[in-house]
């Protein structure tokens, strides 16, 4: 077993969130891959809701992290109660992987609360493996890609199917511009995780990578831009420059240009293109909470 230090104990209140329609695919979605989420539909008006909220929070900040919790208020996010086909509040539900497994409407009992969080505490735990991932992700970040690199393989022995693991392996790969032996991690991925966000999101990464072994200097691609507003090319060709430049807020605004500019040339691939870009970075990380932003507003204009 990977032996860790112990973490520091959480501030209370910490596991527990406000959730909207901008953010519910990073902190439900994507976060219910790594930990239970419970997501607690709610209105100011309810009083059964001022009853199960503080109820429902003690319990999930009573397990320190091993569960968190979202809050949605169903009148400021009208769309996503729909979307979820919230009828009535409260609505609760729970999410793992990604998806909804369990769930209830209106007040319980605390027994009943306890028990409910206690059966999604069995799912997240994994005998210390999220601490060495965390471990292994801090060393990846440290620049520590060696270490990183072995830590992420021992977890991978004990737990065959963890995906971050596999994702953090093959983005050390990536680091080092072996891109290859990146591709073979990923090939052997379980099929049952093969669909996980972080190992797509390495996929996309190594597919930016091999564009810009190709890309042309920035200044030319940027000068043959401003002389033909129109060449759809060298819009496209100036993003993939700018990323392999590593400037990646660049690539995007260059592609949401080109985007402006023709959204259908090519099959729309200035589109296709910054999905490839979102994809490759966290789903809360600000250049990619910007840019869909920015997309949206330009596909429904």
């Known amino acids: 077993m990977i032996e860790l230090g112990q973490s520091a104990t959480p501030d209370a209140g910490a596991h527990v969130i406000d959730v909207t329609e901008e953010n519910f695919m990073a902190e439900v979605i994507e976060m219910s891959n790594t930990v239970p989420v419970i997501v607690d539909f709610w209105a100011p008006w309810c009083g059964p809701c001022k009853t199960l909220g503080p109820a429902l929070e003690a319990a999930v900040n009573a397990a320190g992290g091993k569960v968190r919790m979202a809050k949605v208020d169903v009148d400021k996010n009208q769309m ?91 983005k050390c790969h990536v680091a080092q511009n072996a891109l290859d032996e990146a591709e073979a991690v990923l090939n052997g991925v379980p099929v049952e995780i093969s669909k996980h966000a972080l190992i797509e999101a390495v996929f996309a990464q190594i597919a930016l990578a091999r564009e810009a072994e190709n890309a042309g200097p920035v200044a030319e691609l940027s000068a043959a831009v401003e002389a033909d507003p129109a060449n759809m090319q060298a819009r496209l060709d100036l993003a993939t420059a700018l990323h392999a430049d590593g400037d990646i807020q660049g690539a995007v605004d260059a592609l949401l ?27 809360n990380d600000p250049i990619v909470l910007n840019g869909r932003r920015k997309l949206s507003s330009m596909i429904f204009v």
């Open 80 to 170: 996503l109660a729909g979307q979820m086909r919230v009828q009535s509040v409260p609505t609760v539900f729970a999410f793992w992987e990604g998806k909804p497994i369990d769930g209830f409407q209106g007040a319980l009992p605390q027994s009943e609360i306890d028990a409910f969080v206690a059966k999604l505490l069995d799912l997240g735990d994994d005998g210390g493996l999220d601490a060495a991932v965390e471990a292994a992700d801090e060393m990846f970040e440290a620049g520590d890609i060696d270490d990183a690199a072995q830590t992420y393989a021992a977890i991978l022995e004990e737990d065959p199917k963890n995906a971050p693991s596999f994702a953090g392996l093959a």
């Open 257 to 283: 240009a080109a985007f402006k500019q023709d959204r259908d040339w090519n099959e729309g691939a200035a589109k296709e293109q910054l999905f490839k870009v979102f994809d490759s970075l966290k789903p």
